[in-house]
């Protein structure tokens, strides 16, 4: 499984458009980049997921160079509601469903 | 509809005792994970069951974990002779299938006193 590097924290404003951005080096062809959003005392939760290129859905946006060794969640206009910790965790879910999860980035949006 | 449910949320425990966390997934879901999450750190996975079969325990600390799910539905997780180390928030997650989307539960924050 390749490991992810991530920034620990980072801050924002109300409105804001935010990029976190994941750097996996070592991603396998398998794998798949996947990301979840983690609020205090609750379980993470899935946001997005892709492979190549760019994937949108109704709360993100997630960015992936052609050479798969990084990627960046984008998220719109950001709220105080976004405030919590994101997770980039990389691997071939049809290999092993065992996710790898790093330290994760907080983020914090402020008023 | 209901998602994953844990129980208790929160437990004290003296360190020797032995405690049993309880998971409901979701109703149908195949596949249940648990996991450890330390203060401050990502969640590490303990052990993987599709329905009542355990796959993978790698990720279990000790011999004083173990956890079950004998029908294939609800799991428990046990810990015997609790330590201070084992403090933690212990999550579980199920899937639908072999793969995909991992639903969460809120976890169950043990704290080893």
């Known amino acids: 499984l390749a490991k992810t590097t991530q920034p620990i924290s980072m801050d924002s404003y109300e409105g804001q458009e935010v990029n976190i951005t994941c750097s996996h080096n070592?991603?396998?062809?398998?794998?798949?980049i996947t990301w979840y959003q983690q609020f205090p005392s609750q379980g993470p939760r899935f946001i997005i997921q892709?492979?190549?290129t760019k994937v949108t859905n109704e709360v993100a946006s997630l960015f992936i160079p052609a050479d798969r060794k990084s990627s960046t969640l984008s998220l719109p206009r950001v709220s105080l509601s976004d405030t919590a910790v994101y997770y980039c965790?990389?691997?071939?879910?049809?290999?092993?469903?065992?996710?790898?999860f790093g330290t994760g980035t907080l983020l914090a949006v402020q008023p | 509809g209901a998602g994953v449910s844990q129980s208790p949320r929160y437990k004290v425990a003296k360190r020797g005792q032995d405690v049993a966390l309880r998971c409901d997934p979701i109703?149908?879901?195949?596949?249940l994970f648990w996991y450890q999450q330390a203060l401050g750190q990502g969640p590490e996975f303990l052990t993987y069951?599709?329905?009542?079969?355990?796959?993978?325990k790698s990720g279990l600390p000790s011999d004083r974990f173990f956890a079950e799910r004998p029908e294939g539905s609800v799991s428990t997780l046990k810990i015997q002779r609790t330590q201070q180390e084992d403090s933690a928030v212990y999550l579980c997650?199920?899937?639908?299938?072999?793969?995909?989307?991992?639903?969460f539960g809120p976890g169950t924050r043990l704290t080893v006193t």
């Open positions: 965790l990389v691997g071939d879910w049809g290999a092993t469903n065992k996710l790898i």
């Open positions: 892709g492979y190549k």
């Open positions: 997650a199920s899937i639908k299938a072999g793969q995909g989307e991992q639903y």
């Open positions: 109703s149908g879901h195949v596949s």
């Open positions: 070592n991603i396998a062809t398998n794998d798949y």
């Open positions: 069951f599709q329905n009542e079969a355990q796959l993978d």
